[in-house]
């Protein structure tokens, strides 16, 4: 199966392509105990593997059945809190937030949560906690996304960076029809994302469970 690759690793993978070819170059050409650039070597594919393996894009879809009130995760990763919560910063009610955590490991694609308008977009500048942390959520470099579904939910969407993400990506503005096959963003080397739901949503995950994003249902909305 061919390797796709999302836009946003062209740059940084050109870049660790490079170094690591001058590296095992003067390797090669001024190391004469010959089991160090061996070493090399076999370091430089392991790192240049993981770069890779996190820029990567799978196709994904939902093969479930949309009946208007599903909710995917938004990202891999796992779930990390569920718990009723007051938004008080765009929702100003009390909602059940579900966020998963994403380790470098993870695939960073953002995908979209719930079909509908997007109707709010904005940045926050902040601090880099790591992204596991509940003070994150407020505390943190973030984007904040709000979309209603056909039946009228705001369902807010918050992308936040991480103790080593230094980038947050939002490709979604203010107007914009959105399905469950479409991308929010992506967010650069480790981070989070907490998706805000009624507070009548049924949830289908736990502390704990994986989740795929694109893939995952993890709520069902009250339609």
């Known amino acids: 199966m061919k390797l796709k690759l999302h836009h946003e690793g062209t740059n940084i993978i050109l870049v660790v392509l ?14 004469g105990y010959k089991p160090l650039p061996y070493t090399f070597m076999a370091l430089s594919a392991i790192l240049f593997a993981l770069v890779l393996n996190f820029f990567r894009l799978p196709r994904r879809h939902f ?28 929702l100003h009610r009390n909602v059940i937030q579900v966020s998963v955590f994403m380790t470098i490991f993870n695939v960073h ?17 902040g601090r880099f906690l790591a992204a596991n942390l509940p003070k994150s959520s407020t505390d943190n470099e973030r984007s904040t996304i709000v979309i209603k579904t056909p039946q009228g939910e705001d369902i807010l969407v918050r992308q936040i960076a991480g103790a080593v993400a230094r980038r947050i990506v939002t490709y979604v503005e203010p107007g914009e029809q ?7 963003g992506f967010i650069k080397f480790g ?25 995952t249902q993890i709520a069902q909305l009250n339609v």
């Open 178 to 184: 959105v399905g469950l096959d479409d991308f929010i």
């Open 63 to 90: 093969k479930g059945e949309n009946n208007g009130g599903v909710v995917l995760s938004s990202v891999d990763g796992t779930v990390v809190a569920l718990e009723e919560v007051y938004e008080g910063e765009i």
């Open 18 to 31: 490079f170094i690591l070819v001058v590296v095992n170059y003067f390797a090669w050409k001024f190391i």
């Open 109 to 125: 694609a953002n995908w979209v949560p719930v079909a509908g308008e997007v109707t709010f977009v904005k940045h926050h500048s």
């Open 191 to 215: 981070s989070r994302v907490d998706i805000y739901l009624p507070l009548d949503t049924k949830i289908l995950v736990k502390l704990g469970d994986k989740t795929w994003g694109g893939e």
